[in-house]
């Protein structure tokens, strides 16, 4: 089976289509042959039996050529093949339905578990919605609502989150970062040693962007966790708001035992893998109402608290007091996110997923 993928070469657009590298070998232990689209005439005239598109590439691949909607409707029209879009929203936002009028399947990072919300008029984000009807705002924004049809929803689904990017090329120099996204380099990171939690000095970490105030939302919900963060002793806290070198970054997270990651302009951040990956403890705000994939966010791998931090200081206190008590946590979320990305461990699983993507665009294509 031969399936094209349309993406651009630059780190954003690598990363989109990064599990495709990552599990080669079981994909193609599947019989699954990738071929890889840099150009807007090689999107329209490449025969294949799947098309896989990358939103986060079409600006770049289009150079001002078409919108992206229109290219979508071109692709209709001259490929006879299921098509695929991975829709690089951040959020469980609103979905376009032009948008999935064109398509056979269209995939986010994360969708909400109750389709249904979606027939419903969205404004932004499903959590800045309900926070804002929560703090009573005033100031309704300028989005204009935007729903599905029942129609709509077999036609939506989830591709991969941010677990699943291209790692190396994060924190590699330009030169090194560009040969690898050019040369598609498929070699992921390896798992890294890291100090138990109750020998790091620095006690919670939060490092974000606050948001200017008309994002109302976003300012607010981060601004409730650095109301609770700015409680605790700052000798030994790492700040928010402050920018850091990548390095300094990281080698701060392998020293903290509370990293808090409240969402941003979505639900899933960078943080929350970095996080894993540097055997932090993870506080993160509830995530029970999307799903996603990898579906990393287990009970028994990180701390939730409320979308509000109302419940954040008691909970950090109560790690703070005996940090080796949580370990247990703190190790599972470093496991957790070590198999995810392991081709050996997770490929067949990715394989599996993939192939459920497959069926369903297919089920729709047909039934066009």
Same mark, same amino acid.
């Given at each position: *089976? ?57 600006? /770049? ?72 009807? /929560? ?34 090329? /994060? ?20 798992p890294e040693a890291v100090n138990p939690l109750d020998q ?39 700040v928010a708001n402050v920018k850091i070198s990548p390095k ?35 506080? =993160?705000?509830d995530m029970s109402h999307i799903d996603t994939y990898p ?19 008691? =909970? ?18 470093? *496991? ?33």
């Amino acid at each position: *089976m031969k399936i094209g993928v349309i993406y651009s070469l630059h780190r954003e657009g690598n990363n989109s289509i990064f599990p495709f590298l990552a599990f080669k070998e079981a994909l193609r232990r599947e019989g699954l042959k990738f071929v890889y689209i840099h150009s807007y005439k090689e999107a329209l005239t490449t025969k294949v039996d799947f098309l896989i598109v990358s939103d986060i590439s079409l600006s /770049q691949l289009l150079k001002g050529r078409s919108t992206k909607l229109d290219f979508l409707k071109v692709l209709r029209k001259t490929q006879n093949c299921p098509v695929v879009f991975l829709s690089a929203n951040d959020a469980t936002g609103p979905i376009f339905p032009s948008f999935v009028e064109e398509v056979d399947l269209f995939l986010v990072k994360q969708l909400l578990k109750d389709k249904s919300i979606y027939l419903k008029p969205l404004k932004r984000h499903f959590f800045r919605d309900k926070m804002m009807n /929560q703090f009573k705002f005033k100031n309704a924004g300028d989005f204009e609502p935007i729903a599905l049809d029942k129609s709509h929803l077999p036609k939506i689904g989830v591709s991969w989150n941010l677990a699943l990017i291209d790692w190396k090329t /994060q924190s590699s120099n330009k030169l090194k970062k560009y040969f690898k996204i050019f040369t598609k380099n498929n070699s992921v990171i390896s798992p890294e040693a890291v100090n138990p939690l109750d020998q790091r000095s620095i006690k919670i970490m939060f490092r974000g962007n606050l948001f200017p105030e008309d994002h109302d939302v976003f300012r607010l919900h981060r601004l409730l966790t650095l109301r609770v963060f700015k409680k605790f002793d700052l000798v030994t806290t790492s700040v928010a708001n402050v920018k850091i070198s990548p390095k300094a970054y990281l080698d701060q997270m392998k020293n903290t035992i509370i990293s808090l990651s409240p969402f941003g302009w979505g639900e899933i951040c960078y943080r929350d893998f970095e996080s894993f990956k540097s055997g932090a403890l993870l506080f =993160k705000p509830d995530m029970s109402h999307i799903d996603t994939y990898p579906d990393i966010y287990k009970p028994e791998n990180h701390i939730s608290y409320n979308w509000d931090a109302s419940d954040l200081e008691e =909970k950090i206190n109560r790690v703070l007091a005996d940090p080796s008590a949580y370990q247990h946590l703190a190790d599972r979320g470093k *496991m957790d996110f070590d198999n995810a990305i392991n081709p050996e461990i997770s490929g067949p699983e990715f394989v599996r997923h993939f192939r459920g993507i497959l069926e369903k665009a297919k089920e729709n294509f047909e039934n066009r």
